[in-house]
DNA sequence: TCATATGATTTGTAGGACAATTGTTGACTC
DNA sequence: GAGTCAACAATTGTCCTACAAATCATATGA
């Protein structure tokens, strides 16, 4: 080909480069090569550079583009595939599926769609998939849960009261809510863990409580976890319900 | 090395060979390599082959076993690492992860866990999950449907009314379903139709309906089309409560 | 006993070569 | 002029080889 050496672009965002020079090949820290370009291309795809139906750049392109070998290129454009992003097929090279056949509950497309601009239309979704799937959840777990879930599910609901910092708090807040989709008994349920970790760390960063709201917020998790300690499937229904209305009521706020 | 050449293994279930001989090399059509290795793995991994937390075969190995080169046997292997089945690192080689992180919602995944021994107790997980999901989604469905998603609806309504085999119709149940998804308004409720698919594929073979059966659950999802089309949110939701219930007593009866 | 090198194994990355697939173009025929 | 068919070209698919990087295990030494 007689295309010119044209500027690479990075893959990671700017790592602040020792020996100033050539900007590329920062590829910095623990990541390898096709992840970081399986993350730029789902990324872009998502955030909508590519449309549905359009042809992406072929494997040469991108191996140039980012200065990696066609064989990275292609192990990333694989794991685009296997997340249903991509289809390809040889003469006509690779294009972007539908809409609505990716697979949004991914963790990674999640995290793409978290990111892209609109983020408070993904805030949304979220928040209202969790009213359709906690408190279904929840009162099976408060049927089936065993003692070790229960266990989990406790010390999480008490290191949240005990946490000093937001990031912690949040964590074991991640931590309640995912021990409870395990001790649903409902192998499928887990996955959507991805769902509530994505909406907990992305609500965090938008709001800042108050010392009422954290003292009440703490209350209804008491709450849950009381009525899936007694067994109260119907309480521990409502108790989340109430959960989810007041973080709609923080969502609404901003 | 010192291997010998081991009897590799035939990817696809055994193709009728013409000239005897040889038993592998038989790729025989459409699928490309590296996605007959992927679902081979896969399909190993879900079936417990290689439980949680085991090493696998390194990619050398792999590459013997299939016949294929290790590229081949790499770009497979993103694939799985993409749904959260595999991981690995240099010198360890890789491992399968554990059950809560794989991604039962993906496509594949669920496919390969369908066929898996357990099947039964997937078939339950499945049918649990759509009581969760569907009633909701339906009486979304019912406030947010443009008329455009209503022909559809409605379409495929009419369509598993008049269908003459079993086949033609469990389509348009299908098709049905994944509308009503569609018009839910939820992104993030849309990726779910696979399990809905799933969940109904596998259903037609179990389930040998009688007449009686088939008008009854005509019946059922007539109504629930109509409840949409009035756009009566909390008439939908129960009559696909009803309608669920009665696949849970066909199942039951198996 | 603990730290330190060093060795070996496995994945990660690169680059090149060719096969297979298939859209496109152009020639040929009716 | 329309339609059919053959040749071409572009792109992914597959294979191969070589080396780099990471890291576990072992041995070595203080």
Chains 1, 2 share one sequence.
Request: a neutral charge; charged letters at 25%; glycine letters at 4%.
């Amino acid at each position: 080909m007689k295309a010119e050496a044209v500027e690479a672009e990075a893959l990671l965002p700017a790592a602040p480069q020792a020996g100033s020079g050539r900007a590329n090949n920062s590829r910095i820290v623990g990541t390898s090569v096709h992840a970081s370009v399986a993350n730029e291309i789902g990324q872009r795809i998502v955030r909508g550079d590519y449309p549905p139906g359009s042809i992406l750049p072929n494997e040469a392109k991108w191996a140039e583009t980012f200065e990696v070998s066609r064989s990275a290129v292609r192990e990333a454009i694989k794991m685009l595939m296997a997340k249903s992003l991509l289809s390809s097929r040889p003469k006509v090279g690779s294009w972007v599926e539908p809409r609505d056949r990716w697979n949004l509950l991914d963790r990674d497309v999640l995290t793409w769609y978290a990111t892209s601009p609109n983020r408070e239309a993904f805030l949304i979704s979220v928040q209202e998939f969790r009213h359709i799937i906690e408190p279904e959840a929840t009162a099976l777990a408060a049927l089936r849960r065993t003692d070790e879930q229960m266990a989990e599910i406790s010390t999480a609901c008490r290191e949240m009261g005990e946490a000093t910092s937001l990031p912690q708090r949040t964590q074991a807040d991640t931590r309640f809510h995912l021990a409870i989709l395990r001790a649903s008994g409902n192998e499928l349920l887990v996955p959507l863990g991805t769902l509530i970790e994505s909406a907990l760390a992305h609500l965090f960063v938008f709001v800042t409580r108050e010392a009422d709201d954290l003292r009440h917020a703490q209350g209804l998790h008491e709450a849950i976890e009381k009525a899936i300690r007694l067994r109260r499937p119907e309480a521990a229904r409502n108790a989340v319900r109430k959960l989810l209305a007041n973080t709609d009521e923080v969502i609404a706020r901003v």
